[in-house]
Structure formats: structure tokens, C-alpha cells
């Protein structure tokens, strides 16, 4: 009765809504008009409405009256580009606003093989970088929008000596905008000084860089995309473009900040406090393609004493490079948990290079050099692992008799024992089969980061097919290489009484890391290839120095509880002969 009560009452509703909405029309509301209004700016009362016979004609109200902009008394008459090139760098400036317009590493280069573009250009809606933004609209289309006078441009180019480049302007609304910029002839850092004043007072304007972008065209999935860079009390934050949705103002007092990718970066190099705004910029792909948006970050500054000098650095994470300019600086660099260890390896690769001038074979040599050093432990690895191979039985035999009981029956505890007690008499060391393998991993990793984050191996080529050790190998011959010694180093390691469903597993695991490293950089390929070939060769030599194991079978139970008596005959034999 309940159910068919419930359900009348919603069909009811149910017709009751379809009803209103199918049937019954709205009834429209009325139009709502304004009063007329005096010219006094009082509305008119609703008999003085009433009385109208009729309308009023509409009247189009009067157009605002555009304020024209101030007549500018100090600017240039056309607007043009200030071309600056040094030993390392190609600036183009804009007197539009006194703006970078073009920043170009002459010793990187693009896949077209062009100078590599730090400044993103290409977007109209993005500020340049130095744009001044203050908090008077009019102020700053004034300022970024206005013809500078320029002086200081070298006539000679590249230069060999230091260049100042001065921009100024000024209107008639008593706006004063004075730029100077500060090249050195073999540097990427780039000093910024701004004067602004408006009536005689002085403006603190904040500067903004824009999107700051760098090798985008080159990036892969082993690769570190454009974040956010902040630098602090000795420690390094980076923020990718989700993460500024949660904070994306900072204010402190930074040794650096900006954005960098994997191997370029951006940064303003601070002498004392200031606040950084970073702003995500997603830049849509071309609409005739299936490439995902590129993802950068935008970045302006408000330094605390704004007219004076500012440094930028607009170039190459190179350590060498960063390490001339401030110690501190080479922290941008993403070397990871085992810094310590990088250094020192990208150190010896470079040493290696001035002899080879290779750095693909660079690479084989210092993996070499790596793993001769590395010949002890894992020559005393191997040792121990074929030692446990040969007591492997007597310990299988040993957790046999104990497999019955729980794990907390105290009697467990005898198995222990006995394993130990055969340890010790066969000179065994179950640890040193692992932790002399433990010491490479340091190294292992160290090696990752080395070749991941090197600027030194962007571009480089090795031989034939690879003229890129940053891209992977386009013919995948490395990644099956690579996949197929790991496979040969598996069968010939000695067993250590894994069981045989795991024995498997892991012959499969090569199987499965072959094509998760499909895409691994040509240069951690090399690594990793060479690597597995030496261990393969160092066991082939561990073996014939140890010789052939020497595994002792363990009688069945049944036949060790049958004592043997004289003559040779069991006591079952001998009772029967009585």
C-alpha cells in the first residue's frame, strides 16, 4: 500500500512538472526602463511620465571623449630593432618601449640548427622582456608602448668590448623613462638599470621578463619541462606550472629566481630582497597537428630598490659557465641526491673529451675507467654469490625440515641457527653478496643524472645514426642491445636458491625494462650497454679464476637415518642374514 501511495505522488509531481513546462507559458516580465533624467540628474516622477503623449525621440547619449596621449618630447620617429652580438650571444632590442625582443646563444642550436631562441617572441599577447608594469593603465601603455631614442649601439658587430645601450623617453605629462643595459663582450649575463619618474616623482615600476622559455623543440619524457626557479638559503625550489595554481608570489631575500628547462634557464640574479610573481602560460599547438600545448612559465620582479642595477642571466646551464658567475648558481643545475658524485664524473667526462673529441666515445671510455674501479667489488660479489650457490643445497635441505612449523613456533628459531652454524663453518657471508653491488648504485645513479642534465651532450653525436646523445636512437639498435646483454649477464650470474617461478620473473625482467627504455637518451643507452658488457666479461673471468662450483649433494632423509654397519652391510642386511 506504502509503495503505490509513494509512486502516486510521483507520478503527480512528474505530471505536474511536465505540465509547467510543456503547457503553461511563462508570463513574461516587464521591460524595465530607466527614468528619463534632467540635466539636473534627477528622474522624472511617473506622472510627469504619465503625461507624455508621446515618446521621446531616443537620443543617442554623447560618445566619451577620447584623451588623447601626451605629446611625446623625447622619442625616436619610427619605430625599429637594435641589433647587440658578442662572442656568445645575438640581442635584438625594439625601441617600441625599449623591450628584448630577441636573445640567441650562438654556440647552441635548434633542430633547424639555428642559434638557440631563449626569448619567446612569437606570442603578441605576452609581454617582452624588461616590460615595465606599474599600476596606472596609462602610465604603462606609455611605457611600453613608446618610441625610445637609443644610443650606445656598437657599429661593429660581434663587439669585443663592452657595450652600453641607453633608451630614453619622455612626454609631455612629465613621464621620464630612462633604460641602460650592460653587455660584456663574453657573457650571458645582461645589466639592467631603469630610471622612471612621472612629474618629477620617482616611479617603481615592476619588471617583467614574460614567458621564459628555452630548448621546448627538444624535450622528451626523460627530460625536465619549464618550472619555476627559486633559490633561498642555500636550498633550490622548483615549481612546475600546476603547482603555482596553490602560490605562485614569493617574497624573501633570493639569490636567484626565474625559470628554467633541462638545460637553459632564466633567472634575475638578486643582491637583496624583492618579491617574484610567476604566472603559467599555456601556448596551444597548431591546429593542423596532434602535439600537446606547451606548457611555460612567466616571471616579473619587484626588487626592493628598483633604480639600481639588476642582473639577469639568460643562458646555458652549463656548470662551468654558472660556476664562473656564482658558485651558488650551479645548484639550478638538477643533479639530484648524488651531486657529490656528479660533479666529479662530468668533471673526468670533460677531461676525456679534450682527448677524444667525442663525447659519445667519451662515454664508453669513462664507463670503462668506472667499471675497472668497481672490479673489486664486484669481482668479491660474484665470489660470495658462487659460495652460496655451492651450500645451496645443504640450506634448502636445512629450511625443509622446518617448513612445517609457523613462523612464530619457537622451534623456528633452530633453523636460524643451523643456516647460521653452516654459514660459519662453510665461510659464507649472506651480506657480501649484496652489499658490495649496494656500493654501485651511488655510481649508477650519479651516471643517470650526469647524462640527463648535461648541456655538453645536447646535440653531440656519436658515430652514424646517432647525432644526438640527448635523443634516443632513432633504430632502437641501443635500447635491444642494451636489453639483450642484461639477458646474457642474468644466465650466467650464479644462482643463489631463488625458486624457479622467480628464476623466471627475472629473466623476464629484461624483457620489460628493453621496452620501457625504448626512448632512453642515446647517451644512457651507451652507458648502460657498455656496463652490462663488462659485468658479462668480468664474470666469464670471476669463473675461470674460481673454477666450476662445487655443489654437494644432500642424501634424501630415508637414506641418511640407514646406518651402515661392518662389511659394508646395513642393519636390515644383517638382521636378514642371521
Excluded at 618601449?97 to 631562441?117: C, H, I, M, N, V
Excluded at 612464530?408 to 643456516?419: R, V
Excluded at 656496463?531 to 634424501?556: D, E, F, K, S
Amino acid at each position: 500500500m506504502e509503495r503505490r501511495v509513494l509512486l502516486a505522488i510521483f507520478l503527480s509531481f512528474l505530471v505536474l512538472y511536465i505540465y509547467q513546462a510543456l503547457v503553461v507559458k511563462p508570463v513574461p516580465k516587464p521591460a524595465i526602463t530607466p527614468a528619463p533624467q534632467t540635466a539636473a540628474g534627477t528622474a522624472t516622477t511617473p506622472a510627469a511620465a504619465d503625461s507624455a503623449t508621446s515618446p521621446a525621440p531616443s537620443v543617442p547619449p554623447p560618445a566619451a571623449p577620447v584623451i588623447p596621449a601626451a605629446q611625446p618630447l623625447v622619442a625616436d620617429a619610427e619605430e625599429r630593432d637594435i641589433r647587440i652580438e658578442t662572442r656568445d650571444v645575438i640581442a635584438v632590442f625594439t625601441n617600441r618601449g625599449a623591450r628584448l625582443k630577441s636573445w640567441r646563444l650562438k654556440r647552441y642550436f635548434d633542430q633547424d640548427g639555428k642559434p638557440q631562441e631563449i626569448v619567446e617572441n612569437k606570442l603578441s599577447l605576452q609581454p617582452l622582456p624588461f616590460t615595465l608594469r606599474t599600476t596606472d593603465e596609462a602610465t604603462t601603455t606609455a611605457l611600453n608602448g613608446g618610441l625610445y631614442t637609443v644610443s650606445g649601439a656598437p657599429t661593429a658587430t660581434p663587439t669585443t668590448s663592452s657595450v652600453d645601450l641607453r633608451f630614453e623617453y619622455r612626454d609631455a605629462s612629465g613621464l621620464q623613462a630612462i633604460k641602460q643595459f650592460h653587455f660584456e663582450p663574453a657573457s650571458y649575463v645582461l645589466t639592467f638599470k631603469a630610471t622612471v619618474t612621472q612629474a618629477d616623482r620617482a616611479v617603481t615600476p615592476t619588471i617583467v621578463w614574460g614567458p621564459a622559455v628555452g630548448d621546448v623543440g627538444q624535450l622528451s619524457q626523460y627530460t625536465q619541462k619549464a618550472e619555476a626557479l627559486l633559490f633561498q638559503d642555500g636550498k633550490v625550489q622548483r615549481l612546475a606550472p600546476k603547482d603555482l595554481a596553490k602560490q605562485s608570489v614569493f617574497e624573501g631575500d633570493f639569490k636567484f629566481a626565474g625559470v628554467d628547462d633541462n638545460y637553459f634557464m632564466t633567472a634575475a640574479l638578486f643582491t637583496g630582497p624583492a618579491k617574484v610573481s610567476f604566472q603559467p602560460v599555456s601556448i596551444p599547438p597548431p591546429a593542423d597537428t596532434k602535439e600537446t600545448p606547451r606548457e611555460l612559465v612567466s616571471f616579473s620582479i619587484d626588487p626592493q630598490q628598483f633604480d639600481r642595477p639588476h642582473q639577469f642571466f639568460a643562458g646555458p646551464k652549463d656548470f662551468t659557465v654558472l660556476a664562473s658567475i656564482d658558485r651558488d648558481l650551479t645548484r639550478a643545475i638538477n643533479f639530484g641526491m648524488f651531486a657529490v658524485i656528479v660533479v666529479p664524473l662530468l668533471n673526468s667526462l670533460k677531461w676525456v673529451n679534450g682527448f677524444v673529441g667525442n663525447y659519445g666515445w667519451s662515454i664508453v671510455i669513462l664507463t670503462i675507467m668506472i667499471n675497472a674501479i668497481m672490479f673489486p667489488l664486484r669481482h668479491k660479489s660474484a665470489v660470495s654469490m658462487r659460495k652460496m650457490q655451492e651450500i645451496q643445497p645443504q640450506v634448502k635441505a636445512i629450511q625443509d625440515r622446518y617448513a612445517k612449523l609457523k613462523a612464530t613456533d619457537p622451534a623456528k628459531q633452530k633453523m636460524n641457527q643451523e643456516l647460521m652454524a653452516l654459514y660459519k663453518e662453510r665461510g659464507v657471508n649472506p651480506a657480501s653478496g649484496c652489499v658490495p653491488m649496494l656500493l654501485t648504485f651511488p655510481v649508477l645513479f650519479a651516471m643517470w643524472a650526469l647524462l640527463q642534465t648535461s648541456i655538453e651532450l645536447r646535440g653531440a653525436p656519436w658515430f652514424g645514426w646517432i647525432h644526438d646523445l640527448t635523443q634516443h636512437d632513432p633504430w632502437y639498435v641501443l635500447p635491444i642491445v642494451m636489453g639483450a646483454t642484461q639477458i646474457w649477464q642474468q644466465r650466467i650470474t650464479p644462482a643463489t636458491g631463488a625458486d624457479p617461478a622467480q628464476q623466471k620473473m627475472m629473466m623476464f625482467m629484461p624483457v620489460i625494462f628493453t621496452v620501457m627504455f625504448l626512448w632512453l637518451p642515446a647517451g644512457a643507452a651507451i652507458y648502460y650497454g657498455v656496463t652490462n658488457l663488462w659485468i658479462v666479461g668480468q664474470q666469464y673471468l670471476t669463473n675461470y679464476l674460481i673454477g666450476p662450483p662445487n655443489v654437494r649433494a644432500v642424501r634424501p632423509p630415508a637414506e641418511r637415518r640407514v646406518k651402515r654397519v661392518g662389511g659394508g652391510k646395513t642393519d636390515a642386511a644383517a638382521r636378514e642374514s642371521e
